[in-house]
């Protein structure tokens, strides 16, 4: 801060510059952002990766997929036929998991059921030496009418 006195032959008395010199905060603040625009882009590395784009393609349903249903209780239905419990899934599941080719299994979860619920389908699909395991999801708004 820089004061600066007036001499005393102007108006026979002499007066102060009270006002603050601004230049130097100015000087500072500036060199601060050079330096923290240099010193960012070292802090935040990352490992360079390619990430997948968004993609929605209609499910191609075959006879042969598995359309496994689990509602917001989290009970579970294999086509619309409900199971008892978690063990009679992974039976009739053994029993497809044999077959040559191997059936898909589309899970469609209701969107307030508990994460827990799905992840027992899938446990139980990994279980029975399921392979091919997919979500059904409904598109985005707009989607549905760019699909052929």
């Known amino acids: 801060m820089a ?4 001499s005393a032959e102007s108006d026979g008395e002499e007066q ?6 601004t230049t130097p905060l100015v000087d500072v603040m500036l ?4 330096i923290f ?5 070292v802090v935040t590395q ?3 990766l390619e990430l997948p784009k968004e993609r929605n393609l209609p499910t191609q349903t075959k006879p042969e997929n598995i359309v496994i249903a ?4 989290g009970e579970i239905y294999w086509g619309i036929e409900r199971l008892p419990d978690i063990e009679t899934l992974v039976t009739r599941l053994k029993v497809e998991a044999v077959k040559e080719p191997q059936p898909e299994v589309h899970i469609r979860g209701d ?4 994460y827990e619920s799905v992840g027992r389908v899938v446990v139980a699909c990994q279980r029975a030496g399921i392979f091919k395991v997919g979500f059904i999801t409904e598109p ?9």
């Open 3 to 6: 004061m600066q006195i007036g």
């Open 16 to 21: 102060l510059n009270n006002t603050i010199n």
């Open 31 to 34: 060199v601060l952002l050079i």
């Open 37 to 41: 625009l240099i010193t960012i882009p």
């Open 46 to 48: 990352t490992i360079k």
């Open 70 to 73: 689990v509602n917001r209780e």
């Open 111 to 114: 969107s307030e059921v508990r």
């Open 140 to 148: 985005p708004a707009g989607v549905a009418a760019r699909l052929p």
